[in-house]
Nanobody
């Protein structure tokens, strides 16, 4: 089983930045897809960004231009750089991996990000 551990969350003022990290217990070089989701209080979990083994990235609309997903294969780590944060970005952020296109997702335990206005 794949284990994922997120770090880098916390409290930040509106307009500030945070970088989330996710260390994966197995090599990520050939993992089909890695991504970040988030879940705000009272809301469903939603996709933030994904990165494929090829390096191709996708972002949902609210993340475009503000967030950057990246990965370091040598460190088995996925990152989410978040800039220009606002109160609507307050949520628990989850890292996820998919070994293949038909595999189920593995999830981290989540990490809290709180943006104060």
């Amino acid at each position: 089983q794949v284990h994922l551990v997120e770090s880098g969350g916390g409290l930040v003022q509106a307009g500030g930045s945070l970088r989330l990290s996710c260390v994966v217990s197995t090599p990520i070089t050939n993992m089909y897809r890695l991504g970040w989701y988030r879940q705000a209080p009272g809301k469903q979990r939603e996709l933030v960004a994904t990165i494929f083994a090829t390096g191709i990235t996708n972002y949902v609309d609210f993340a475009k231009g503000r967030f950057v997903i990246s990965k370091d294969n040598a460190k088995n780590t996925v990152y989410l750089q978040m800039n220009s944060l606002n109160s609507e970005d307050t949520a628990v952020y989850y890292c996820t991996t998919m070994l293949g296109p038909f595999s189920s997702n593995d999830w981290g335990q989540g990490i809290q990000v709180t943006v104060s206005s």
